[in-house]
Structure formats: structure tokens, C-alpha cells
């Protein structure tokens, strides 16, 4: 949970697009649309759900893997202003630690072709 005086420093630091879109809810409304699609944790949908993202706010799709505990798993998310936009592992991160690990950002490779 943000405290408030962490969020106005927070609206200091970026635009006020990012603002709004971490803090409106429409990242939380797009995540539960794929949720409701997919009848539980949407699996399979990062790209899609980090594309619908980018329509309304830019930003640029990168690809990479999302690792957890002892997993890996080919991922696509979100920057916006040099912040990760990910709805998707910010679930998964409320029961396992995650992190990020870009491999591309090249759209063209939809969404996804194993880099190595």
C-alpha cells in the first residue's frame, strides 16, 4: 500500500499521463478484462493485455522473461518513462517475489520469439 505522501512524490517524479494511468485504475480495469477472459490468472495474455495498455497511454512493449522463485516464464510488459507497467506480475508478485529480465523490444516479433 502507497502512503499518500509517497504518491505525491511520486506525481513530482513523472508525467502526468503515468499519474493517471497508475492511478485511475485503468491498468486494474484492462488486467481484470483478461481475467475475466481467461476465467482466472491470465496466462498467455502479457501481450495482449501489455498492448491495450499501450494503446491508450504509449509507452513501448518489451519482451524478456518474468522469473519467480525457481521459475522462468517468457513474458511481455509495458515502460512507460522508464517505470514497468505490468498488472500481470504485480498479481503474481503478492504471492512470489519477481523480476524482470528484458530480452528485445522489438514489436515485430509478436509476442514472442526466444531470444538467446
Not at 12 to 20: G, P
Not at 26 to 54: L, N, R, S
Not at 94 to 99: A, L, V
Request: glycine fraction near 10%; proline fraction near 3%; include cysteine.
Amino acid at each position: 500500500m502507497v502512503d499518500n505522501s509517497e504518491i505525491l512524490e511520486l506525481r513530482h517524479n513523472v508525467s502526468a499521463e503515468l499519474y493517471a494511468l497508475l492511478y485511475t485504475g485503468f491498468v486494474d480495469t484492462v488486467y481484470a478484462m483478461y481475467e475475466a477472459k481467461a476465467g482466472g490468472f491470465p496466462q498467455g495474455y502479457c501481450g495482449q493485455i501489455a498492448e491495450e495498455i499501450q494503446k491508450q497511454c504509449g509507452g513501448e512493449l518489451v519482451a524478456g522473461w518474468l522469473e519467480y522463485g525457481t521459475g522462468r516464464r517468457e513474458h511481455w510488459w509495458l515502460e512507460i518513462e522508464g517505470s514497468i507497467v505490468d498488472p500481470m506480475a504485480e498479481a503474481l508478485n503478492e504471492h512470489t517475489p519477481c523480476r524482470h529480465i528484458e530480452a528485445h523490444r522489438n514489436i515485430r516479433e509478436r509476442y514472442w520469439k526466444a531470444c538467446v
